[in-house]
Nanobody, 113 residues
Framework: QVRLVESGGGLVQPGGSLRLSCAAS????????MRWHRQAPGKQRELVAQ???????NYADSVKGRFTISRDNAKNMVYLQMNSLKPEDTAVYYC???????WGQGTQVTVSS
C-alpha cells in the first residue's frame, strides 16, 4: 500500500501562490493515478486535479488555469502549484492514490487578507 504525506499548506493573501507536495512511500506509486482533493468547512470533499501514470492531467473547472498538478515518479512525489489564489480556495487539501485507495492526512490552505 502507498503511504502519503502532504506538506506546503499555509496562510496566503488573495492573489498569492502556494505549492503543495505529496510524498509517497511503498510500492505502486508510479502506476497510480494521483489526485488532489479539497474539503472546505461545511462542504463535501471535491476533486481538484488528477494526473495519471503517463502525466496526463485534468482539473476542476474552478481551478483550471490557476492550478497545475505534476508528478516526479523517480522521487515518488506529486505536486500542486496553486496560483492566483482566492478566498474560496480555502480548504484542507488531500493527496490520494486512486488505484491504491490511500489518502494523506491533509494540509490546510487558508487564503485571507
Amino acid at each position: 500500500q502507498v503511504r502519503l504525506v502532504e506538506s506546503g499548506g499555509g496562510l496566503v493573501q488573495p492573489g498569492g501562490s502556494l505549492r503543495l507536495s505529496c510524498a509517497a512511500s511503498g510500492r505502486g506509486f508510479s502506476i497510480n493515478t494521483m489526485r488532489w482533493h479539497r474539503q472546505a468547512p461545511g462542504k463535501q470533499r471535491e476533486l481538484v486535479a488528477q494526473i495519471n501514470s503517463g502525466g496526463n492531467a485534468n482539473y476542476a473547472d474552478s481551478v483550471k488555469g490557476r492550478f497545475t498538478i505534476s508528478r516526479d515518479n523517480a522521487k515518488n512525489m506529486v505536486y500542486l502549484q496553486m496560483n492566483s489564489l482566492k478566498p474560496e480556495d480555502t480548504a484542507v487539501y488531500y493527496c490520494n492514490a486512486y488505484h491504491d485507495g490511500s489518502w494523506g492526512q491533509g494540509t490546510q490552505v487558508t487564503v485571507s487578507s
